[in-house]
């Protein structure tokens, strides 16, 4: 699976968009990009995920650059309940293991 | 209600016992896996299986043990030989096979403390 890169940390206002930008600029034709975020001490949830077109869930939008090398998951109106770590994994469609690395950590505030 | 059940939630053991976490799902999912995350880091894949009686290492398999004779449950033994077993556990599973859904599936997690 292609590495993805992300910044380590980031702020948002409370309902404020957050967007959260991730670099995977060695993924292939057949990886899709997934979105998963982690709030303390639970298990990862899924969020949302593509392989080249702009996807909108009720939870957040991807727009995935036309080269595909980078993406940004997009939080339309951020709440505090949206603080977690954000991670973006590159992977097959076909199971495959999933790679998670150290994310981006979204503080949401007031 | 579906999904993925990890247990216990809290995990206490003496320095070289094995202890072994539970994962079941009731998914039907072919793919179940273990990850292993330290405080402020990510997820490292410590064994993965997509099939019953199958199952491959991940990046940190030593000192870790797993078995997969029925397709609910993916259970994982921590035995004496793992450095460091001090840590948060995830079970995860997913479909297997197909394109593009590869959406996974955690538990709530078991936080083993090794005293």
């Known amino acids: 699976d292609a590495k993805t890169t992300q910044p380590p940390s980031m702020d948002c206002a409370e309902g404020r968009a957050a967007n959260l930008p991730c670099n995977h600029s060695?993924?292939?034709?057949?990886?899709?990009v997934y979105w998963y975020r982690q709030i303390h001490s639970q298990g990862p949830q899924y969020i949302i995920h593509?392989?080249?077109n702009n996807e909108t869930n009720e939870m957040a939008s991807l727009i995935i650059t036309e080269d595909r090398k980078s993406s940004t998951l997009i939080l339309p109106h951020a709440t505090l309940r949206d603080t977690a770590v954000y991670y973006c994994?590159?992977?097959?469609?076909?199971?495959?293991?999933?790679?998670f690395g150290t994310g981006t950590r979204l503080q949401v505030t007031l | 209600d579906g999904g993925i059940t990890q247990s216990p939630k809290y995990l206490f053991r003496k320095e070289g016992q094995n202890v072994t976490l539970s994962c079941e799902q009731n998914?039907?999912?072919?793919?179940m896996y273990w990850y292993r995350q330290d405080p402020g880091q990510g997820l490292r894949l410590i064994y993965y299986?997509?099939?019953?009686?199958?199952?491959q290492k991940g990046d940190i398999a030593e000192g870790y043990s797993v078995s997969r004779e029925k397709k609910e449950s993916f259970p994982l033994t921590v035995t004496s030989a793992q450095k460091n077993p001090t840590a948060f556990y995830l079970c995860?599973?997913?479909?297997?096979?197909?394109?593009?859904?590869?959406?996974?599936?955690f538990g709530q997690g078991t936080r083993l403390t090794v005293v």
């Open positions: 299986s997509q099939i019953v009686n199958d199952f």
């Open positions: 593509g392989l080249k």
């Open positions: 998914l039907n999912h072919d793919a």
């Open positions: 995860a599973s997913s479909i297997a096979g197909g394109q593009g859904n590869t959406e996974a599936f």
């Open positions: 060695t993924i292939s034709g057949n990886e899709y």
């Open positions: 994994i590159a992977a097959r469609g076909t199971a495959s293991k999933l790679t």
